[in-house]
Every structure is written in C-alpha cells, then in structure tokens.
C-alpha cells in the first residue's frame, strides 16, 4: 500500500510564494505518475499538475507560467513550487499517486492566498 503525506501549505499574501510537498511512503513505483489536485470551497476538485515517470509536466492552463511541478524518485517525493499567487488559488492541494490500479490521495494541505 502506498501512503502520501503533503505539507508546506500556509496563509499567504497574493504576489507571494509557496512551496508544497508531498512524502510518499510502501510500496512504491519509479513508473508512477504523480499529481497534484486541488478543491476550492463550493467548487469541485480540479487537477493542477502532473508529472509522468519520465519527468513530463503537464499544467492547468489557471497555473502555467507560476506553478511547477517536480519529483524526486531517491527521496520518493513530489514537489509543487507556486509563484505568484493569486487570490483564487486558495484552497486544499492534494498529492495523488496512480500506478497498476492503484489511486492513491493525501489527506491535503490548506493553502490561503489573501488579497
């Protein structure tokens, strides 16, 4: 079974910067692709970024250009640096892991961009 953990959500000033991360822990595989969703309150989840085994990256078209989505297969964890944020992009971030059947989701992390 495959675990996640995310963290580094915060209250933050629209213009500024965040760095979310996402822990992976069992039964893990290279050839994973990763993601990050989030659901602002009152809307439904929506996907953010992605990123194949291979290290492609694909982006909501809300967040190219300030959000960038990374992995570390040694340390089995993912990364999503945004820059520039903006009031809109507040809300929970979850971390999710899909490989062989398996859809694995973090518990989320709460992310607050004030105007």
């Known amino acids: 079974q495959v675990q996640l953990v995310e963290s580094g959500g915060d209250l933050v000033q629209a213009g500024g910067s965040l760095r979310l991360s996402c822990a992976a822990s069992g039964s893990i595989s290279r050839l994973a692709a990763m993601a990050w969703h989030r659901q602002a309150p009152g809307k439904q989840r929506e996907l953010v970024a992605v990123?194949?085994?291979?290290?492609?990256?694909n982006y909501v078209d809300s967040v190219k250009g300030r959000f960038t989505i990374s992995r570390d297969d040694a340390k089995n964890t993912i990364s999503l640096q945004m820059n520039n944020l903006k009031a809109e992009d507040t809300a929970v971030y979850y971390c999710?892991?899909?490989?062989?059947?398996?859809?694995?989701w973090g518990q989320g992390t709460q992310v607050t961009v004030s105007s």
């Open positions: 999710r892991y899909v490989q062989g059947g398996y859809d694995i």
């Open positions: 990123i194949s085994s291979s290290g492609s990256a």
